[in-house]
């Protein structure tokens, strides 16, 4: 099965970027489409973008223009770049396939705040 582990998360402020980094570990990822997830206190968690094996790229509303996923078969890394950050974007962010979800990671923390 697979593992993430996830990092890039930090405090910034609004308007601010960051990268976030997904390394999976256990099995062979490419065969996946992958996403990226957040969870705020409070709420369930949901799927912010996700990418299928061959590239193809999907994204909420809430986050369209400003997050971009993107992936690295050779390392099995998954990542998402994250522009224009705003207060409500503040979760703990997660990778994972897209359905039959693989143990969670940790998680990496972004708070968006001044």
């Known amino acids: 099965q697979l593992q993430f582990v996830e990092s890039g998360g930090c405090l910034v402020q609004p308007g601010g970027s960051l990268r976030l980094s997904c390394a999976s570990s256990?099995?062979?990822?490419?065969?996946?489409?992958m996403g990226w997830f957040r969870q705020a206190p409070g709420k369930q968690r949901e799927l912010v973008a996700s990418i299928a094996s061959g590239g193809y790229t999907n994204s909420a509303d809430s986050v369209k223009g400003r997050f971009t996923i993107s992936r690295d078969n050779a390392k099995n890394m998954v990542y998402l770049q994250m522009n224009s950050l705003k207060p409500e974007d503040t979760a703990v962010y997660y990778c994972n396939v897209l359905s039959n979800y693989f143990p969670w990671g940790q998680g990496t923390q972004v708070t968006v705040s001044s």
């Open positions: 256990g099995s062979d990822c490419r065969i996946y489409a």
